[in-house]
């Protein structure tokens, strides 16, 4: 009986085991991981060019480029220096090719008042060498999310707008120039938001007797989002739309939650592929909002159309771990930096990196240097390699006033805090020798805690802790985008960092 019973659990095992695994195997992966929100995508021939969000980090607008829709690298951005006009915000990019220019209609808050207007870039590149032209709309207290799209000849251009004017959220739309670079006439109501449930990234393709509108409602982002995609379709262009009985097409999954925020590309064979933002359940806000990709599929003629999810390309954690090059002359694109609270100053000579710059007085963590976290759980290393009074080493940087990390500075090492916006030092220790090279290291796991460590001569790492050895980091993300780890510097503009290496290592797939 005992032996029947122990078969009879083996089999169960295996067939458990044989269903679980397609199923396993079918998990959903973001094609661009790490922080990409609100993207916009092209194709040009056989290549694709897809842009995102950058929000507060500079340089803006990161743009990335593949020949499958589910590899993608990264080529540059689209601003290398801030728009003289903008100072904040840098949201919502739409990509749009029309009279072989590429054009970038993009979101920003403008300097004199802080209200968020829509502007636009040209290039004759998909990915360089954009030129900015400034405002092209204002419109009452918000104007974001634009959306391009062509009627037969007739270019159209489409904006959220009423979001900040104490009245409902509306999808405006207007006539635009065929140079793309101005509107014509007034603007029109495409849609209404009377149940306040928030209306936003709307995206519109024509198919059959009908135009269809995509779009986005709830709360975007942070912790609390419950962001889905819905359509709805008219005869017109300008509406009324009606929108679908089975609302929401895109919502939460096993894996991904608060799907929103895309637009569409066709494929050489005709098909219809949507790129947007979700984050990922198991890292949420550490992780931010990555890029996915969804196939549209069109049952019947004017029949409403579906999503199927995709998955990118496997991958395991050990594959995305960056690994920083200091020996050639420019800085890896990974690199970004928080542009209203620091000018950084970035060079690269006999294979270290040189880092300093002019850092504002009310800025207690100084310059963060730092790249897009693809998975929670990692850890992160760098040598030092100068000696001075500035702090050099590493940090996890939210904001100006949230971040942590550990730095040597004079003959110590420092583990230290800013958190609202109050700086304070949790642990130090001596240095053995402070004029050779100094290593740090952080790592994060994925109940939200931080350990440190530091060493010379490759001896046996030192923690340095505070209390508790682990240290609390659910202090660090902001509203709309996630915690960055990476380099810091604090110090005179007549000082510097310098390091001889920078690796982050991913250490658990799941996260």
């Not at 207007?117 to 060498?129: E, F, L, W």
């Given at each position: 009986?005992?032996?029947?019973?122990?078969?009879?659990?083996?089999l169960?095992?295996?067939?458990?085991?044989?269903i679980?695994q397609?199923?396993?195997?079918?998990?959903i992966?973001?094609?661009?991981?790490g922080?990409?929100?609100?993207?916009?995508?092209?194709?040009?021939?056989?290549?694709?060019?897809?842009?995102?969000?950058?929000?507060?980090?500079a340089?803006?607008?990161?743009?990335?480029?593949?020949?499958?829709?589910?590899?993608?690298?990264?080529?540059?951005?689209?601003f290398?220096?801030?728009?003289?006009w903008?100072?904040?915000?840098?949201?919502?990019?739409?990509?749009?090719?029309h009279?072989?220019?590429?054009?970038i209609?993009?979101?920003?808050?403008?300097?004199?008042d802080?209200?968020?207007c829509?502007?636009?870039?040209?290039?004759k590149?998909?990915?360089?060498?954009?030129k900015?032209?400034?405002?092209i709309?204002?419109?009452?207290?918000e104007?974001?999310?634009?959306?391009?799209?062509?009627?037969?000849?007739?270019?159209?251009?489409?904006?959220?707008?009423y979001?900040?004017?104490?009245?409902?959220?509306?999808?405006?739309?207007?006539?635009?120039?065929n140079?793309?670079?101005?509107?014509?006439?007034k603007?029109?109501t495409?849609?209404?938001?009377?149940k306040?449930?928030?209306?936003?990234?709307?995206?519109?393709?024509?198919?059959d007797d009908?135009?269809?509108?995509?779009?986005?409602?709830?709360?975007?982002c942070?912790?609390?989002?419950d962001?889905?995609?819905?359509?709805?379709?008219?005869?017109?262009?300008?509406g009324p739309?009606?929108?679908h009985?089975k609302?929401?097409?895109?919502?939460?999954?096993?894996?991904?939650?608060?799907?929103?925020?895309?637009?569409?590309?066709?494929?050489?064979?005709g098909?219809?592929?949507?790129?947007?933002h979700a984050?990922?359940?198991?890292?949420?806000?550490?992780t931010?909002?990555?890029?996915?990709?969804?196939?549209?599929?069109?049952?019947?003629?004017?029949?409403?159309?579906?999503f199927?999810?995709?998955?990118?390309?496997?991958?395991?954690?050990?594959?995305?771990?960056f690994?920083?090059?200091?020996?050639?002359?420019?800085?890896?694109?990974?690199?970004?930096?928080d542009?209203?609270?620091?000018?950084?100053?970035?060079?690269?000579?006999k294979?270290?990196?040189h880092?300093?710059?002019?850092?504002?007085?009310?800025?207690?963590?100084?310059?963060?240097l730092?790249i897009?976290?693809?998975?929670?759980?990692?850890?992160?290393?760098?040598?030092?390699?100068?000696?001075?009074n500035?702090?050099?080493?590493?940090?996890i940087?939210?904001?100006?006033?949230?971040?942590?990390?550990?730095?040597?500075?004079?003959?110590?090492?420092?583990?230290?805090?800013?958190?609202?916006n109050?700086?304070?030092?949790?642990?130090?220790?001596t240095?053995?020798?402070?004029?050779?090279?100094v290593?740090?290291k952080?790592?994060?796991k994925?109940d939200?805690?931080?350990?440190?460590?530091?060493?010379?001569?490759?001896e046996?790492?030192?923690?340095?802790?505070?209390g508790?050895?682990?240290?609390?980091?659910?202090?660090?993300p902001?509203?709309?985008?996630?915690?960055?780890?990476?380099?810091?510097?604090?110090?005179n503009?007549t000082?510097?960092?310098?390091?001889?290496?920078?690796?982050?290592?991913?250490?658990?797939?799941?996260?």
């Amino acid at each position: 009986m005992r032996l029947l019973f122990k078969y009879l659990l083996f089999l169960a095992v295996v067939q458990f085991t044989a269903i679980a695994q397609p199923l396993f195997a079918q998990e959903i992966t973001a094609v661009i991981p790490g922080d990409f929100a609100d993207p916009s995508i092209i194709r040009k021939g056989n290549e694709y060019y897809a842009v995102g969000t950058s929000s507060e980090w500079a340089p803006h607008f990161p743009m990335f480029k593949s020949t499958d829709l589910k590899n993608w690298k990264q080529t540059g951005y689209v601003f290398k220096q801030t728009p003289e006009w903008a100072n904040a915000s840098f949201w919502a990019p739409e990509y749009y090719y029309h009279n072989k220019t590429y054009f970038i209609y993009y979101t920003a808050r403008r300097k004199k008042d802080g209200i968020s207007c829509i502007g636009v870039a040209t290039s004759k590149y998909p990915d360089r060498d954009f030129k900015d032209h400034g405002i092209i709309i204002e419109y009452g207290k918000e104007a974001i999310d634009a959306f391009v799209f062509n009627d037969n000849g007739q270019l159209y251009i489409t904006w959220k707008a009423y979001g900040l004017d104490g009245r409902p959220i509306e999808i405006l739309g207007s006539k635009l120039a065929n140079d793309g670079l101005t509107l014509v006439g007034k603007a029109f109501t495409m849609m209404k938001d009377d149940k306040g449930i928030g209306l936003e990234g709307q995206s519109i393709l024509k198919k059959d007797d009908y135009y269809y509108m995509f779009y986005s409602v709830g709360n975007c982002c942070g912790s609390k989002c419950d962001y889905n995609v819905r359509v709805a379709r008219s005869k017109t262009f300008e509406g009324p739309y009606e929108d679908h009985t089975k609302n929401p097409l895109l919502n939460e999954n096993e894996w991904w939650k608060c799907s929103g925020h895309g637009t569409f590309v066709n494929s050489p064979e005709g098909k219809f592929y949507y790129i947007y933002h979700a984050y990922n359940k198991a890292s949420s806000v550490f992780t931010g909002r990555q890029g996915m990709l969804a196939e549209l599929t069109w049952p019947e003629k004017n029949e409403w159309p579906e999503f199927k999810e995709l998955s990118a390309a496997p991958t395991k954690p050990s594959i995305n771990n960056f690994v920083a090059n200091f020996s050639g002359k420019m800085p890896s694109l990974d690199w970004q930096w928080d542009f209203r609270n620091s000018s950084p100053k970035i060079t690269q000579q006999k294979g270290n990196l040189h880092l300093s710059g002019a850092i504002k007085k009310e800025n207690n963590t100084g310059i963060a240097l730092t790249i897009r976290p693809y998975h929670l759980n990692y850890e992160m290393t760098t040598t030092v390699v100068n000696n001075n009074n500035a702090l050099k080493g590493l940090v996890i940087y939210g904001d100006a006033n949230a971040a942590i990390g550990v730095g040597t500075a004079g003959n110590k090492v420092q583990f230290w805090v800013v958190k609202d916006n109050k700086e304070t030092l949790l642990s130090a220790s001596t240095l053995d020798n402070p004029g050779i090279p100094v290593e740090l290291k952080m790592v994060v796991k994925p109940d939200l805690t931080t350990r440190i460590y530091w060493r010379q001569k490759s001896e046996a790492w030192k923690e340095l802790s505070a209390g508790d050895k682990a240290y609390s980091i659910d202090f660090l993300p902001q509203w709309d985008r996630s915690p960055r780890p990476g380099l810091n510097f604090k110090g005179n503009p007549t000082e510097e960092a310098r390091f001889s290496s920078f690796e982050l290592t991913y250490l658990d797939s799941k996260s």
